[in-house]
C-alpha cells in the first residue's frame, strides 16, 4: 500500500476547510415542513401572517392551499411506496429502510416545495426578489 500524503487533513481538524454547504448561492430558497408537535394531534388551522410579514419570505404554504394540498400527498405516496425499493436496492441494511425511507421522503418534499418557489418566483405574478 502507498502512502498518500492527506494535503487537506489539517484544514479539516482545525475547521478551516471549505465544504459545498458552507457555500450558499446567491438568492438561495429555505423550504420548511413542520408537522403536528402533539402525538396524534391534528392543525385545524395555520395562520401565517407572521411569516409572510417577514422580509424575504417566499410563499407560506400550508396544507389548507388546494391543490398545493393535493400534489403533495401524491407526491408523498408516490415516495413512501417507491422508497423503500430504493433504499434496499441502494444496500441500505433492512433494520435501517424505514427510517431512511422517511428521511428521504422528507427530503424530497422539501425539495419539491423548494423547486415549486423557485418557479412561482418565475412566473408572472410572483416575486421576482
Known sequence: MTDVRRVDAYEKVTGKA???TDRVPEGVAYAMLTPAWIGRGRV???DTAAA??????LPVVTRFDGL???LVA????ALSAGMPQVARGAGVPERLIATWAAHTTLNALS???ILHVAVWRRCPGGSAA
Not at 52 to 57: D, T
Not at 74 to 77: A, C, E, P, Y
Open 18 to 20: 471549505a465544504y459545498g
Open 111 to 113: 425539495l419539491a416545495v
Open 44 to 46: 385545524s388551522r395555520v
Open 52 to 57: 409572510a410579514a417577514v422580509p424575504g419570505v
Open 74 to 77: 401524491l407526491l408523498t405516496v
Open 68 to 70: 398545493v394540498l393535493v
